[in-house]
């Protein structure tokens, strides 16, 4: 068994409202994948094996990054975010909870939405939180049990889920952890005989020095 490191995406279409015209990297999400990828290749950081979800946000990511891997990249859809947009819209029509225009909504309306799609009150969603909660969990198991260090780029919610899993987190804890969850920023988790460790939470080497403060973002 080996570590893993699970990457978030970087930045992606802030103006957006709806999935499909999320998912792709801004300009700045392009530069914050690069200089992740050179912070890899100056601290010799090598990966056996790299991992990204279905999404155009992660697979670009990983493409800027560039990491140096002996293997072809693995694009797994279990690895991919909640459908965010989709499953708030359902909430909004049949809750009457609007959809957040900013960040500060945000904070008030995740935990909202993730009680709600818990508790199965919201109907015809892409899939159910027990659904996302048993995918992350399995892809998370099947990588850590591969050969050598893997490098996984996906999205804030899965690794929002992954540090519920990990770290047994109600869902108002959940909230909290995807709301703080930085564009490009790393993660750790280490298997040992007893489980999933986590070792490093949103951690941004790469973008920690005074000249490259505008780079960090989280939506």
Not at 122 to 139: L, N, Q, T
Not at 197 to 206: D, E, G, K, L, S
């Amino acid at each position: 068994m080996s570590h893993i490191t699970l990457v978030r995406h970087g930045q992606a279409n802030t103006e957006a409202r709806d999935e499909i015209s999320y998912d792709k990297l801004s300009d700045l999400g392009w530069q914050q994948a690069r200089w992740l990828g050179d912070h890899f290749r100056q601290t010799g950081e090598v990966f056996a094996r790299v991992y990204t979800g279905t999404l155009t946000r992660h697979i670009e990511t990983a493409q800027g990054i560039d990491a140096d891997c002996p293997v072809e990249m693995v694009h797994d859809a279990r690895l991919n975010e909640m459908s965010y947009f989709d499953v708030a819209q359902r909430l909004e029509e049949q809750h009457g909870l609007a959809i957040p225009g900013e960040r500060e909504g945000f904070i008030e309306h995740l935990p909202k939405l993730f009680t709600y799609w818990q508790q199965d009150k919201i109907e015809d969603v892409p899939e159910r939180f027990s659904e996302f909660e048993a995918r992350v969990r399995d892809a998370l198991h099947e990588i850590a049990e591969g050969d050598g260090r893997a490098l996984v780029v996906t999205s804030g919610g899965l690794i929002g889920m992954a540090m519920r899993l990990i770290l047994r987190l109600d869902i108002e804890a959940l909230s909290h952890m995807c709301l703080s969850i930085e564009n490009s920023s790393l993660h750790r988790v280490q298997p040992m005989s007893t489980g999933l460790v986590m070792t490093q939470f949103n951690a941004i080497p790469h973008l920690d020095t005074p000249e490259r403060a505008f780079a960090r973002t989280h939506l």
